[in-house]
């Protein structure tokens, strides 16, 4: 499968079904071992030639941030709650699917010509915020979009300028991607891929994996924050799209293993990898997950950059992606 | 052409106020078959004429849309973003839009990412200062491209909802362009008597230029304006918007009561609903500026209903749209000569 294909299927945390479906297929052919554990994660493993070697395994979320369909209006709008976090400044005027039959939504807002000075300066919070499907009331919304109803952000993956991509979902599709890519080689160590469920609203599905898979390591494919654009100085940027995979040592959910975090900088620099040090303690990730679950396993995270990445349009540079692939790839090969 | 696919193509041609050449020449093509004759003036305003003995009758909605204009190019390659129109910069972080540099580029707005904002700054919307247009392109691959005064559009989707409704970006006016479109459609097969001018005016988005300019090219006898007004929208006063299901039409001192009245009265003749759209004074639209313009015009404003205006979703009926078309085609094949006794009584 590739990134576009992954894009464009819908994964609201806690709905992952159709993602889930998609990968047990494409993984299917790749792997010896294939199944959906208790937390509703895929686990897909490749046997080793060498059993000295430890127990790897590589985790991604399927998981994307979206909406909750929370009621409806007397003119039959949508009411929408979050699911993880979403600015809803970035909510406004964009393009939504809804439900199963990917029913086509708008988000709108009162007209600029209608907004007092005050409505200006306002944020639009989630309860001021409604999709709009063309229902003409209540009682046709409700039949349509039940209260439960998931709703997934509808940005096309679309190539830009100099290798960039911009699409909804890139946190994590681009983790899984390269999962899928991983199980195509063949290593000596024993290597279990896991796609895991609900990182978005706290890292949940990855306890799961951690706890009845009990890796030696865990090495996790993250989107993280790059914000390298737009006049920010050199001194406030976390990570910048285009230099490379991005190896954190620490953020606001793990401690990377000193050892694994050293071992992916020399091998990124040997391997001539393009790479760069995640250079704040923000966000978190399934490593928090991993390094505490059961008996604990040693953790280290690798992230492509990516701007705007909690909005539907977040973007992400090609080459950095290839570059979390190839040091996971080298990771495996010198263990 | 099916009304539809005009409205998808017409709302997808860049034609921001002031350089609207592209959408006009679309425009003039598209209503060339229906008409005797096409024009496109001196400021970018298309002017469409079904020839008749009788008076003159002009019909009139904006082709201009609403974007962005670069204002300065970061040495990052970010590039800063002027208005051209009313842009609510509410709707444009996300958003993938069209820089018009020498190639058209695809780029998207960014801003200051949410760990950089202090608490407060948090509680606020972004203005447009704050925002800028990532091209994912260095400083020098931009600067070879794009120019300060480059014009950025809006991201353009044609996105049928439920009940033939329609969210796309510059329905306002385009919809209206399109009711026109409908009009002369069904003027083939009727026999009007008046000597009618479909007009798609450039600028009106700044101040209703192209409008004065068409007027006293055209110098009608009579004019309808058309544009959109406000559909009923959450914490919207209901006092300034109207129903999305039929459309409106407007009343106040700007407008002429006569004019107004036999749009009212053959409306009720031929089963088209309007609503009323009370106005004290300016109607921000065309009408303004047509029945004052040419020695004054009396002049009569038409509307279609749009949910969220200005933003890249407007959200419009269609049914509406073609009763709207209806009543207008009706109209133009009964504007007669004898409407001039009526004026001033």
Redo the contacts between chains.
């Keep these: 499968m590739d990134l576009k294909q992954l894009t464009d299927i819908d994964a609201i945390s806690g709905n992952e079904g159709a993602l889930r479906k998609a990968i047990m297929e494409a993984a299917k052919p790749l792997c010896d071992e294939l199944y959906i554990d208790r937390s509703g994660n895929v686990i897909a493993t490749k046997h080793g030639t060498d059993d000295r070697l430890p127990h790897v395994v590589f985790s991604a979320h399927m998981d994307e941030i979206g909406f909750l369909i929370s009621g409806h209006?007397d003119?039959g709008?949508l009411r929408i709650m979050p699911v993880g976090g979403i600015?809803p400044?970035?909510a406004?005027?964009?393009?939504v699917r809804v439900g199963k039959d990917n029913?086509?939504?708008?988000?709108?807002?009162?007209?600029?010509?209608?907004?007092s000075p005050e409505d200006?300066?306002?944020?639009?919070g989630f309860d001021?915020l409604?999709i709009?499907?063309?229902?003409?009331d209540q009682k046709?919304a409700e039949r349509?979009c039940p209260v439960g109803t998931y709703a997934a952000f509808d940005?096309p993956y679309?190539p830009?300028?100099?290798?960039?991509v911009?699409s909804k979902a890139l946190d994590d599709r681009v983790g899984c991607f390269n999962l899928l890519r991983i199980l195509e080689g063949k290593y000596a160590a024993r290597v279990t891929c896991a796609f895991v469920t609900q990182e978005e609203v706290g890292l949940r599905g990855a306890r799961g994996a951690g706890y009845s898979l009990q890796p030696d390591i865990a090495v996790v494919l993250e989107g993280t924050?790059a914000?390298?654009?737009?006049?920010?100085p050199k001194r406030?940027r976390?990570c910048e799209a285009g230099q490379g995979v991005c190896v954190s040592f620490m953020d606001g959910a793990s401690m990377a293993d000193r050892g694994l975090y050293k071992t992916m900088l020399s091998l990124a620099t040997s391997e001539g990898i393009p790479h760069q040090v995640k250079r704040?303690v923000?966000g978190g990730n399934d490593a928090g997950a991993y390094q505490r679950a059961g008996m604990g396993a040693r953790t280290v995270v690798l992230s492509v950059p990516c701007?705007?990445i909690?909005?539907?349009?977040s973007?992400a540079?090609v080459s950095d992606i290839d570059a979390q692939f190839a040091l996971s790839q080298a990771f495996l090969n010198n263990l | 052409m099916l009304i539809e696919q005009f409205l998808r193509e017409v709302t997808a041609i860049p034609g921001l106020t002031g350089s609207e050449q592209e959408v006009a020449r679309y425009i003039a093509d598209a209503f060339a078959p229906y008409a005797d004759e096409v024009r496109i003036d001196s400021v970018q305003s298309v002017i469409a004429r079904i020839r008749g003995d009788g008076p003159k009758v002009m019909f009139a909605a904006h082709l201009d849309e609403i974007g962005l204009m670069v204002s300065a190019i970061e040495e990052d390659g970010a590039l800063r973003l002027g208005n051209v129109g009313g842009v609510d910069p509410r709707i444009l972080p996300g958003m993938v839009v069209t820089v018009l540099g020498r190639q058209k580029l695809k780029g998207v707005i960014g801003a200051k990412a949410i760990h950089l904002l202090s608490p407060e700054d948090r509680q606020k919307n972004y203005k447009r200062e704050d925002l800028y247009v990532d091209l994912g392109l260095p400083y020098d691959a931009v600067a070879e491209n794009v120019h300060v005064g480059d014009l950025v559009q809006l991201e353009q989707r044609f996105v049928e909802l439920k009940n033939k409704r329609f969210a796309t970006k510059t329905a306002d006016d385009r919809a209206c362009v399109a009711i026109m479109y409908r009009a002369m459609q069904l003027l083939k097969g009727m026999r009007p008597t008046a000597d009618l001018y479909f007009v798609a005016t450039c600028q009106e988005e700044i101040g209703c230029y192209g409008a004065v300019t068409a007027t006293y090219g055209v110098k009608p006898d009579f004019a309808v304006a058309l544009d959109v007004c406000h559909a009923q929208t959450p914490d919207a006063p209901r006092s300034r918007t109207q129903e999305l299901t039929s459309a409106a039409l407007a009343m106040g001192p700007y407008l002429h009561p006569v004019v107004r009245k036999k749009m009212a009265d053959i409306a009720e003749r031929i089963n088209v609903t309007v609503q009323t759209d009370l106005t004290r004074g300016s109607t921000s639209t065309d009408a303004d500026e047509i029945a004052v313009s040419s020695g004054g015009v009396p002049t009569a404003l038409l509307e279609l209903p749009l949910k969220y205006m200005h933003t890249t979703v407007e959200t419009f009926d269609l049914r509406t749209l073609e009763e709207t078309a209806r009543l207008l085609a009706q109209f133009a094949a009964e504007a007669d000569a004898s409407w001039e006794d009526e004026l001033w009584t």
Excluded: C
């Design positions: 209006t003119d709008l600015d400044r970035v406004v005027s964009k393009w029913i086509p939504g708008v988000i709108g807002a009162m007209a600029i010509h209608l907004q200006r300066q306002r944020v639009l001021k409604f709009d499907i063309g229902a003409k046709e349509l940005t679309t830009f300028g100099d290798g960039f911009v924050a914000n390298d654009v737009g006049d920010v406030a976390v704040a923000t701007r705007y909690h909005s539907g349009a973007v540079k």
